[in-house]
């Protein structure tokens, strides 16, 4: 960042930044000329998926496992949890991030980090969530190097959620995941948003399909779709 170590090297720095070209919005083909406009297509862009119809039944042709008894969460899964957390996540709607002291001292106070694992075990014991666990600020930034910002897919949507829910969802996701792996529950060719599995790992199964083919003389194609 710095050549001669003085200080004005700090000055192409502090520079005003250069802003993406952004024209007029459009959204199913309209101009958001109006404030209320925008806001209406950042809505219907990002929550799209609110309130849609689910049709449930789909779930009973899984076939059944069998029931196993949930532990308790315990303050070392909770520790762990939040040494691995990284000091540079923004804050949510409480305003509070990792690296503030009253996290830390949440989890290092043996009577906080008790209440703590109380009510993460209450959650699960009475199939409850509270509301002040679901609510989130959602942030909507330019996404980077796009020649135009005339449409909203130029855009993404960063959602800030509470950091007390944050840390009781990482061990509920650290739990979950160790039962269903040791239980067989989840398919071989399930790669994605597991532990010890990355996109090197899909590209190595790949490999190995198309090299089988070859082996008996099959010809391999490969059908890629995105699913929004």
């Known amino acids: 960042m710095s050549k001669n170590k003085q200080p004005w090297d700090l000055i192409n720095w502090i520079k005003k930044c250069k802003l993406p070209t952004i024209e007029t919005l459009q959204f199913n083909r309209c101009l958001c000329i109006e404030l ?3 806001w209406q297509a950042f809505y219907l862009t990002f929550n799209s998926a609110q309130n849609q119809h689910i049709n449930s039944q789909l779930l009973n042709k ?3 496992k069998l029931l196993s008894k949930w532990l308790l969460f315990s303050k070392a899964e909770f520790n762990d949890a939040i040494n691995k957390c990284s000091s540079l996540s923004t804050s949510g709607p409480n305003h509070i991030s990792w690296h503030h002291c009253n996290v830390k001292i949440l989890v290092a106070n043996n009577k906080c980090i008790t209440n703590l694992v109380n009510i993460a075990n209450t959650c699960i014991n009475l199939s409850f969530w509270p509301l002040h666990f679901k609510k989130f600020t959602s942030i909507i ?3 980077p190097n796009k020649v135009s ?3 909203l897919k130029t855009f993404c949507s960063i959602v800030l959620l509470n ?3 944050k840390l009781i969802e990482k061990v509920f996701s650290e739990i979950l995941q160790v039962q269903f792996i040791s239980s067989n529950f989840i398919h071989l060719n399930q790669l994605g948003g597991l532990k ?3 996109t090197t790992d899909a590209s190595v199964y790949l490999t190995h399909l198309i090299c089988t083919g070859w082996i008996n ?3 391999t194609s490969i059908l ?3 699913i929004t």
């Open 36 to 38: 209320e406009d925008l």
């Open 62 to 64: 899984i076939s059944s």
């Open 141 to 143: 930034i330019p996404k």
């Open 149 to 151: 910002y005339n449409f």
């Open 163 to 165: 950091i007390l829910k």
């Open 196 to 198: 010890h599995c990355s």
């Open 217 to 219: 003389d099959l010809h």
């Open 224 to 226: 890629a779709f995105n």
